[in-house]
């Protein structure tokens, strides 16, 4: 019976029909409901893993077993797993291998727009790169045949408008292959110079043998057109917009395995047409191949390196119509991100805003602490940067140890923080890091996490405990503060600035839009008393608003936190009758 599914979700249903046994990833948008959907299937065993590298090595671990075994991540997640990958690129398999990397042009939730095509490249892995739901599913199932096949793993790479778009599947049963008997082997897996000097022989002979592949393989296909004055060449999303846009007018070559790309096939699509325009978003990776192989083709010229393309932008480009638009008779007024009514971080921000620090952040929902009206961030690099990077500061700037924090989650600090705060310890910095455990991974939906107390399917498990975690590292000062307190934050903050050597504020309540979480419910503004100061604006809570001159909260939205009542000079907010 056929389906309609998201990417993600029929990726997913790849793994199951094809036997995956096996799933170790770390949550990360667009790519995070692959190993959220696979947890479904009872048949196979899922984890979250604290980052995208422990994720990597136990698929590699589960695979060396003798099962089918993937990992999934974003494209910044394999930058954290870019040091297995190149290794296992040398030592091959046993069972299949499978790793998904989603890409995320536009950068809708993201701090980059790396193309994850340079890695397969650079690892010298095949990559197969699906365009909708269907080839998502398939290219799956295809990724563990060809993963046996050529004694590889293989990069499976989404986008996000392919992860998080729906079409149509049709689902198949699974099918379980034998497992592979384990065969000690340490020329094979042991990567001491010796054994990794023959494997290195060993993957330039797979790549020749994937090239002849790539030449045939209905992967990359070419679809006849009306007209041979243009010829497109598309992968992902861009051969969707092309397909849409022009229909059979053109012929195109629809490339699905992107690594190693074809030759012969190539040059016989150029040789049919009399010109060559390839669509791709990013880097021009197919485009610079082209030319490799002596072709004059025209891409990044007339698409450009940034953003996401769309179905308007490449008819613009090729000279076919465009559909004209339609405006609102009204302007819209633009609405920037904030965080949630009664996010447990408000507090905390406000407090780092008002003492006029300098505020090392990190990855999460909490970068929104940012934004203005709370402005409490002065950088965000990576996952555990902030921790590190305070370090390095403060070394540097030692005058500035009581004017300079670290924030990072809870999540973010099992991902890899820790290791940053070992090195604070070791080399005895005095700096101030504060965790900010909300009790969930929250900037990717909700997802447990080492420190939550459950697994990823919801089961008790081992809790990690962070103030232990914290002083068994060599951190002396460790204390716990309520966000929703503002003057107990203000008072750890400038106590542990004060300090002489370094410290850990955990700043803990948990995420407002948790289902146990109870709220006391909304509070209200006593009009009356209302002087119109906007001092309960200063927070930045979507709840709030000025009308009339007056303060008003939208009790829809508000969950009775309280902290905007703790601002107010004249008491006019609190619990009333409505």
Same mark, same amino acid.
């Given at each position: 019976?056929?389906?309609?599914?998201?990417?993600n979700?029929?990726?997913?249903?790849?793994?199951?029909?094809?036997?995956?046994?096996?799933?170790?990833?770390?949550?990360?948008?667009?790519? &995070?409901?692959?190993?959220?959907?696979?947890?479904?299937?009872?048949?196979?065993?899922?984890?979250?893993?604290?980052? $995208?590298?422990?994720?990597?090595?136990?698929?590699?671990?589960?695979?060396?077993? @003798?099962?089918?075994?993937?990992?999934?991540?974003?494209?910044?997640?394999?930058n954290?797993?870019?040091?297995?990958?190149?290794?296992?690129?040398?030592?091959?398999? +046993?069972?299949?291998? /499978?790793?998904?990397?989603?890409d995320?042009?536009?950068?809708?939730?993201?701090?980059?727009?790396?193309?994850?095509?340079?890695?397969?490249?650079?690892?010298?892995?095949?990559?197969?790169?699906?365009?909708?739901?269907?080839?998502?599913?398939?290219?799956?199932?295809?990724?563990?045949?060809?993963?046996?096949?050529?004694?590889?793993?293989?990069?499976?790479?989404?986008?996000?408008?392919?992860? =998080?778009?729906?079409?149509?599947?049709?689902?198949? $049963?699974?099918?379980?292959? $034998?497992?592979?008997?384990?065969?000690?082997?340490p020329? !094979?897996?042991?990567?001491? %110079?010796?054994?990794?000097?023959?494997?290195?022989?060993?993957?330039? !002979?797979?790549?020749?043998?994937?090239?002849?592949?790539?030449?045939?393989?209905?992967?990359?296909r070419?679809?006849?057109?009306?007209?041979?004055?243009?010829?497109? #060449?598309?992968?992902?999303?861009?051969?969707?917009?092309v397909?849409?846009? *022009?229909?059979?007018?053109?012929?195109?070559?629809?490339?699905? /395995?992107? +690594?190693? /790309?074809?030759?012969?096939?190539?040059?016989?699509?150029?040789?049919?047409?009399?010109?060559?325009?390839?669509?791709?978003?990013?880097?021009?990776v197919?485009?610079?191949?082209?030319?490799?192989?002596?072709?004059?083709?025209?891409?990044?010229?007339?698409?450009?390196?940034?953003?996401?393309?769309?179905? +308007?932008?490449?008819?613009?480009k090729?000279?076919? %119509?465009?559909?004209?638009?339609?405006?609102?008779?009204?302007?819209?007024?633009?609405?920037?991100?904030?965080?949630?009514a009664? *996010?447990?971080?408000?507090?905390?921000?406000?407090?780092?805003?008002?003492?006029?620090?300098?505020?090392?952040?990190?990855?999460?929902?909490?970068?929104?602490?940012?934004?203005?009206?709370l402005s409490?961030?002065?950088?965000? #690099?990576?996952? @555990?940067?902030?921790?590190?990077g #305070?370090?390095?500061?403060?070394?540097?700037?030692?005058?500035?140890?009581?004017?300079?924090?670290?924030?990072?989650?809870?999540?973010?600090?099992?991902?890899?923080?820790?290791?940053?705060?070992?090195?604070?310890?070791?080399?005895?910095?005095?700096?101030?890091?504060?965790?900010?455990?909300?009790?969930?991974?929250?900037?990717?939906?909700?997802?447990q +996490?080492?420190?939550?107390?459950?697994?990823?399917?919801?089961?008790?498990?081992?809790?990690?405990?962070?103030?232990?975690? *914290?002083?068994?590292?060599?951190?002396?000062?460790?204390?716990?503060?309520?966000?929703?307190?503002?003057?107990?934050?203000?008072?750890?903050?400038?106590?542990? /600035?004060?300090a002489?050597?370094?410290?850990?504020?955990?700043?803990?309540?948990? *995420?407002?839009?948790?289902?146990?979480?109870? =709220?006391p419910?909304?509070?209200?503004?006593?009009?009356?008393?209302?002087?119109?100061?906007?001092?309960?604006?200063?927070?930045?809570? %979507?709840?709030?608003?000025?009308?009339?001159?007056?303060?008003?909260?939208?009790?829809?939205?508000? &969950?009775?936190?309280?902290?905007?009542?703790?601002?107010?000079?004249?008491?006019?907010?609190?619990?009333?009758?409505v």
């Amino acid at each position: 019976m056929k389906k309609l599914m998201l990417g993600n979700e029929a990726a997913a249903r790849g793994l199951y029909e094809a036997g995956c046994s096996f799933v170790s990833s770390y949550p990360g948008t667009p790519s &995070t409901e692959i190993t959220e959907e696979a947890a479904k299937y009872p048949e196979i065993y899922a984890e979250w893993a604290p980052n $995208e590298k422990v994720a990597m090595e136990s698929a590699f671990g589960a695979s060396l077993s @003798g099962v089918r075994s993937f990992c999934g991540m974003k494209h910044v997640g394999l930058n954290v797993a870019a040091d297995p990958l190149f290794t296992i690129a040398y030592t091959g398999v +046993n069972a299949g291998m /499978l790793i998904a990397v989603a890409d995320d042009p536009g950068m809708h939730s993201s701090q980059n727009e790396q193309d994850s095509r340079h890695y397969a490249i650079a690892a010298k892995l095949p990559m197969l790169e699906p365009a909708d739901s269907a080839e998502a599913l398939a290219f799956a199932k295809l990724g563990y045949e060809l993963s046996e096949q050529f004694d590889t793993p293989v990069l499976l790479k989404l986008c996000t408008r392919v992860a =998080h778009s729906q079409s149509v599947v049709e689902p198949a $049963e699974r099918v379980l292959p $034998e497992r592979k008997p384990y065969q000690k082997d340490p020329m !094979k897996y042991v990567m001491m %110079p010796a054994g990794a000097k023959a494997r290195h022989i060993a993957v330039e !002979k797979r790549m020749e043998a994937l090239r002849e592949y790539a030449e045939t393989t209905p992967l990359n296909r070419i679809e006849p057109g009306l007209e041979f004055s243009l010829g497109l #060449i598309a992968d992902s999303t861009s051969y969707q917009y092309v397909k849409e846009v *022009c229909g059979d007018r053109y012929p195109v070559l629809k490339l699905g /395995l992107i +690594n190693p /790309l074809p030759d012969k096939l190539i040059r016989d699509f150029a040789d049919g047409v009399d010109k060559v325009i390839v669509v791709e978003e990013l880097d021009g990776v197919i485009e610079e191949h082209c030319r490799a192989l002596g072709l004059d083709v025209t891409g990044k010229e007339l698409f450009g390196p940034l953003g996401e393309l769309s179905q +308007n932008l490449v008819a613009e480009k090729l000279g076919l %119509p465009v559909p004209a638009g339609r405006a609102l008779d009204e302007k819209i007024p633009p609405r920037p991100p904030v965080m949630c009514a009664g *996010c447990p971080h408000r507090g905390l921000f406000y407090t780092l805003h008002k003492l006029k620090l300098t505020v090392f952040g990190d990855i999460g929902c909490y970068t929104l602490g940012a934004t203005a009206p709370l402005s409490a961030m002065d950088t965000t #690099i990576c996952m @555990g940067a902030s921790v590190s990077g #305070i370090h390095g500061y403060l070394k540097a700037y030692p005058e500035r140890a009581d004017k300079t924090v670290a924030v990072i989650g809870d999540s973010t600090f099992m991902h890899s923080g820790i290791t940053g705060l070992v090195n604070v310890a070791y080399n005895e910095s005095p700096a101030t890091v504060i965790i900010l455990d909300n009790s969930i991974t929250g900037m990717t939906g909700h997802q447990q +996490n080492p420190t939550t107390g459950f697994n990823l399917k919801g089961d008790p498990c081992t809790k990690i405990d962070l103030e232990s975690l *914290c002083r068994a590292v060599g951190i002396r000062r460790v204390r716990v503060v309520d966000p929703y307190d503002l003057a107990a934050c203000e008072t750890a903050v400038k106590e542990e /600035l004060a300090a002489p050597e370094s410290s850990v504020i955990i700043s803990r309540r948990p *995420c407002a839009l948790l289902k146990y979480v109870k =709220h006391p419910g909304p509070i209200a503004v006593d009009a009356e008393k209302c002087v119109g100061c906007k001092s309960c604006m200063r927070i930045g809570c %979507p709840s709030i608003s000025i009308r009339e001159g007056k303060a008003v909260i939208d009790a829809t939205q508000c &969950t009775g936190c309280g902290v905007c009542a703790q601002l107010c000079p004249v008491s006019a907010i609190g619990k009333k009758e409505v």
